[in-house]
Nanobody, 123 residues
Framework: QVQLVESGGGSVQAGGSLRLSCAASGRTNDLVMGWFRQAPGKEREFVAIPHWSDGSTVYADSVRGRFSISRDNAKNTMFLQMSSLKPEDTAGYYC?????????????????WGKGTLVTVSS
């Protein structure tokens, strides 16, 4: 089993920045991680996930150039650096993981989900 715990959410004004963290524990040896988000009243969408063929990071069009992923492998932690935040970035952000990359990532059909952290961007 794997446990994913997000932190770093909060309230920020438009144009600001936040860094989310996701700490993984348990069977993390082959774990691939990514981020999804879900805004109130909207469907969940991927933010940054591994490409189905080679595992390189794919960013959603809406965040490309503003968000970036980094990792501290020694601490089994992944970060989501969010810059130039917009009100439409307001959502619950979820860390996800799965030992296998593939097309199932696009729809969020992965094995592990964190409980999420809320990001609120005010105009």
């Amino acid at each position: 089993q794997v446990q994913l715990v997000e932190s770093g959410g909060g309230s920020v004004q438009a144009g600001g920045s936040l860094r989310l963290s996701c700490a993984a524990s348990g069977r993390t040896n082959d774990l691939v991680m990514g981020w999804f988000r879900q805004a109130p009243g909207k469907e969940r969408e991927f933010v940054a996930i591994p490409h189905w063929s080679d595992g390189s990071t794919v960013y959603a069009d809406s965040v490309r150039g503003r968000f970036s992923i980094s990792r501290d492998n020694a601490k089994n932690t992944m970060f989501l650096q969010m810059s130039s935040l917009k009100p439409e970035d307001t959502a619950g952000y979820y860390c996800v993981g799965d030992p296998i990359i593939g097309r199932h990532w696009n729809s969020g059909l992965v094995d592990y989900w964190g409980k999420g952290t809320l990001v609120t961007v005010s105009s």
